[in-house]
C-alpha cells in the first residue's frame, strides 16, 4: 500500500493550496481518508477527514469554512484545498487512510499513512 501526498509548497497568507493524496495497493472506496499536520515542535493533528460511506466531510474547527476535501473514488485520490490561508496553518501535511474508518480524528485508528508534503504559509 502507497499513499502519496503532493501540491504542499510555499504560499503568501490569504493564499490557496490544493494537496493530493493518490493510494495504491488497497481498495480505495473502503477507506475513509483523513488529513493531519504537524508542525515543528507540536503533536500531529487532525485536519479534516472524508467518510468510506456516504462522503461526509468533517473538519477541525481551525480550518472549517476554509479548507475542503474531497475524494475520487475512480482516481483512488483524496484532495484537500486549502483557501485563506494562514502563517498558523504552516506544517508537514499529511494523509492517511483507515478501513471502513468511523473514528476519524484518532491517528491511531488510521492504517496507512503517507510521506508527508510540506506547506509554509507566509506573512
Known amino acids: 500500500v502507497q499513499l502519496q501526498a503532493s501540491g504542499g509548497g510555499l504560499v503568501q497568507a490569504g493564499g490557496s493550496l490544493r494537496l493530493s493524496c493518490g493510494a495504491s495497493?488497497?481498495?480505495?472506496?473502503?477507506?475513509?481518508m483523513g488529513w493531519f499536520r504537524q508542525a515543528p515542535g507540536k503533536e500531529r493533528e487532525f485536519v479534516s477527514a472524508?467518510?468510506?460511506?456516504?462522503?461526509?466531510?468533517y473538519y477541525a474547527d481551525s480550518v472549517k469554512g476554509r479548507f475542503t476535501i474531497s475524494r475520487d473514488n475512480a482516481k483512488n485520490t483524496v484532495y484537500l484545498q486549502m483557501n485563506s490561508l494562514k502563517p498558523e496553518d504552516t506544517a508537514v501535511y499529511y494523509c492517511?487512510?483507515?478501513?471502513?474508518?468511523?473514528?476519524?480524528?484518532?491517528?491511531?485508528?488510521?492504517?496507512?499513512w503517507g510521506q508527508g508534503t510540506q506547506v509554509t504559509v507566509s506573512s
Open positions: 492517511a487512510a483507515d478501513l471502513y474508518g468511523s473514528r476519524w480524528t484518532t491517528p491511531n485508528e488510521y492504517d496507512y
Open positions: 495497493g488497497l481498495t480505495f472506496s473502503r477507506y475513509s
Open positions: 472524508i467518510s468510506w460511506s456516504d462522503g461526509r466531510t
